[in-house]
């Protein structure tokens, strides 16, 4: 596929699941096959940005979305971000556009998507899944929920103070000199502290204190049936220093999908597109282009 000039980022917006409005941004030339984009969970669509500009510049059509009650995306009244909530989200804005997408997810957007291909039907060009699997550690989803809920009601005192925690949290990525892009993820109330941009139901559940929504997001048997399902291209990429999806867990999946490629991102950690991006965009952009081929 030829590459084409790049254009965007654009604003664009989406109907989810039950009428919930998705916010996302479209980059390169709207001719170019699509390709969405889908974050992980507690991330905004801004986790993508350079792998946006990169498949853009390659000749892609990308959109990058906030999942429903993440970053500019609405929050559904009834507080429902059980993974059949996610999925159909990402059914609906793959139906929206021109010809089906090449979905790539990473985490709770691999999940997600997974579940929208393999499960509700979402016709999908390729499915790419960002160090998640149907079977995952669960040391790693206890570090990641940890984090998340530590400072969720509390916020921070500064985009400094923020820095620090993340960099204690994830200790193998330079800390940034800039900080702009991390007040893309934060947002200022009106008591001065900085809290993170997606809704405190999304970890607590919609009446406080219950799991439904993680519990929905890792049923390795559901995702075992969606993923034999599938009849997509997948592509599976792991960070060779994940704590959340090992090489026996990558393995697993790769035993019930054999037809499915795997990339191993050395240096890299959960969050792969962000500790090596380069190396992520090596690792993806040989497969698309011999998707687009096809």
């Not at 921070?156 to 949290?169: K, R």
């Not at 993923?227 to 599976?236: C, G, N």
């Amino acid at each position: 596929m030829s590459a084409q000039p790049a254009t965007g980022p654009t604003p664009v917006e989406f109907a989810g699941a039950g009428g919930v409005r998705i916010a996302g941004d479209r980059s390169g030339d709207l001719s170019g096959p699509p390709v969405v984009l889908l974050h992980g969970g507690g991330q905004t669509r801004q986790s993508w940005r350079r792998t946006a500009e990169g498949l853009a510049d390659a000749g892609w059509c990308a959109y990058t979305v906030d999942l429903r009650g993440h970053g500019d995306s609405g929050w559904p009244d009834d507080g429902d971000y059980r993974a059949e909530a996610f999925a159909g989200d990402v059914a609906a804005v793959a139906s929206s556009l021109p010809s089906p997408p090449v979905l790539i997810g990473a985490s709770l957007g691999g999940v997600t998507s997974l579940l929208a291909v393999g499960e509700l039907g979402a016709a999908a060009r390729g499915l790419v899944l960002v160090d998640v699997a149907p079977r995952i550690e669960q040391a790693g989803t206890d570090r990641i929920t940890s984090f998340m809920l530590a400072r969720a009601e509390e916020g921070f005192a500064s985009l400094e103070e923020a820095a620090d925690a993340i960099a204690a949290y994830n200790p193998h990525r330079p800390r940034p000199a800039d900080l702009s892009g991390l007040g893309k993820n934060l947002r200022r109330r009106p008591d001065g502290r900085w809290r993170w941009h997606w809704d405190p139901r999304f970890m607590r559940g919609p009446s406080g204190g219950t799991d439904e929504t993680r519990m929905s997001l890792v049923d390795p048997e559901r995702l075992e049936s969606a993923a034999r399902a599938v009849r997509a291209p997948i592509l599976l990429v792991r960070g060779r220093q994940s704590d959340l999806l090992s090489e026996e867990g990558a393995r697993l999946f790769l035993a019930v999908v054999p037809d499915a490629s795997y990339a191993d991102v050395a240096g890299a950690g959960h969050m792969i597109a962000g500790d090596r991006n380069d190396a992520f965009n090596d690792a993806i952009l040989p497969w698309l282009e011999a998707l687009a081929e096809r």
